[in-house]
């Protein structure tokens, strides 16, 4: 065999062996990613954990827009909505985001209330908004304020009745199930039931203090 061929021959065993790797990593991310929806559809089924239920009020606690703007919160949701908990680092949240740009055009469509509101501080969000380019109306919590909300994790979206009532609550990111229903609800009347709602996405993805001085993935 001659060196011309040895250097071919050697030449397509390499590249034979590079595409079974690469072959293997999209199989095994496949794989991988196949098992963490299984695992998020069956904590969907399974949990029963709710943040808020129906007939709820959220706490009238103070909030600021990014440009510094006080509000109150339910001053904010009197007309109903939706209300969205967040925090800059949660990937659930990021992947959810889309879903609650829809919302928000609805909401506004349809003239009621879209709130997303970040659990971190004022300039942690702003730097994240910014960084993101993030199309939805940011608020954060007063953290001068120690009143605390019944969100322990995140994300969480709130529909909530004309007069400032919860009418249900999603705990993780949305289906598409779940983002029709949504969708619907701010295009009518808020008082037919949403259909089927899941509570849960991953309940261990990503911790929210009520004071948002340190949230995020654990």
């Known amino acids: 065999m001659g060196r011309s061929q040895t250097t071919s021959w050697i030449a397509n065993a390499v590249l034979l062996i590079l595409c079974g790797v690469v072959a293997y990593s999209m199989w095994s991310l496949a794989s991988q990613n196949r098992q963490l929806r299984a695992q998020i559809e069956d904590l969907r089924s399974t949990s029963s954990l709710r943040v808020l239920r129906a007939g709820d009020r959220l706490p009238d606690v103070p909030v600021r827009i990014l440009d510094g703007q006080a509000g109150r919160l339910a001053e904010l949701l009197q007309r109903g909505g939706v209300v969205a908990f967040l925090t800059t680092t949660c990937p659930f949240c990021e ?108 309940p261990d993805c990503c911790v929210a203090t009520a004071s948002g001085t340190d949230a995020g993935p654990r």
Do not use: C
């Open 95 to 202: 992947q959810t985001r889309p879903v609650w740009r829809r919302l928000a055009r609805r909401a506004e469509a349809a003239g009621k209330s879209f709130l997303a509101l970040s659990l971190d501080d004022l300039g942690r969000t702003r730097a994240y908004a910014t960084e993101r380019r993030v199309e939805l109306p940011l608020w954060v919590l007063d953290i001068t304020d120690t009143v605390g909300l019944p969100i322990e994790r995140v994300p969480v979206t709130v529909l909530m009745d004309p007069g400032g009532r919860v009418h249900d609550t999603w705990l993780g990111p949305l289906n598409d199930v779940e983002a029709g229903d949504l969708l619907e609800a701010l295009g009518g009347s808020l008082e037919a039931p949403v259909s089927s709602p899941s509570t849960v996405g991953d």
